[in-house]
């Protein structure tokens, strides 16, 4: 879980601005997965991404935007359009599937944003 | 889709003592049952996990068992000591699929 990093670790926003939340791995995983978790909450799949170029909408994916130019970055843009967005946001990695069914996450430190 | 519940939400037990943590999934393709466990404020961490061709797993204190038939696993931490306190997750996944499907957690407390 080393070698994934998030940044900041605590973000502060104020209503009507979006803030872009930094997720960097190198594990040389191919799979990134972007959660949020509220207090005394389980964790919210936001948006995943199995490949470079390509992603995926989560369970709650709406006010939320992602991309994934590289393979190692994976970072998630919280708009103005996400009407609560105060929350611990996990980044997480995992490799590839292939044949053996195993899908070990990885994850990052967390990043904390609070909405002013 | 695959749903995964989780219980109970809070557990609470004397240091020493035994604890268990029950899940159920839904999708009995699903071959995968990895737990996490998050201390306050940090990350979630695998401590365990499990594949749907054994039934049981153990690592020193903590152990998994899976019931394929009953599509339920449970997660068991013996002779507990006051740093197990801290929230668990348990998760599904089948071979092929792209993302974990996540219980909602339990809070895990042990008293001195």
């Known amino acids: 879980d080393g070698g994934i990093t998030q940044s900041p670790k605590y973000l502060f926003r104020k209503e009507g601005q979006n803030v872009t939340l930094s997720c960097e791995q190198n594990?040389?995983?191919?799979?990134m997965y972007w959660y949020r978790q509220d207090p005394g909450q389980g964790l919210r799949l936001i948006y995943y991404?199995?490949?470079?170029?390509?992603?995926q909408k989560g369970d709650i994916a709406e006010g939320y935007s992602v991309s994934r130019e590289k393979k190692e970055s994976f970072p998630l843009t919280v708009t103005s359009a996400q009407k609560n967005p105060t929350a611990f946001y996990l980044c997480?990695?995992?490799?590839?599937?292939?044949?053996?069914?195993?899908?070990?996450?990885?994850f990052g430190p967390g990043t904390r944003l609070t909405v002013l | 889709g695959e749903n995964v519940e989780q219980h109970p939400s809070t557990l609470s037990v004397q240091e020493g003592d035994s604890a268990v943590i029950k899940c159920t999934y839904s999708?009995?393709?699903?071959?995968?049952f990895p737990w996490y466990k998050q201390e306050l404020g940090k990350r979630p961490q695998l401590i365990i996990d499990?594949?749907?061709?054994?039934g049981e797993k153990k690592d020193q204190r903590i152990a998994v068992t899976l019931n394929k038939t009953a599509k339920h696993f449970s997660l068991h931490i013996t002779e507990t000591q006051p740093e197990d306190s801290a929230v668990y997750f348990c998760?599904?996944?089948?071979?092929?699929?792209?993302?974990?499907?996540f219980g909602q957690g339990t809070r895990l407390t042990i008293n001195p």
């Open positions: 997480a990695s995992s490799s590839d599937l292939g044949t053996s069914g195993h899908n070990e996450q990885f």
């Open positions: 594990l040389n995983h191919d799979a």
């Open positions: 991404s199995q490949i470079v170029n390509d992603f």
């Open positions: 999708d009995s393709a699903s071959n995968y």
């Open positions: 499990i594949r749907s061709n054994v």
């Open positions: 998760a599904a996944i089948q071979s092929g699929a792209q993302k974990l499907v």
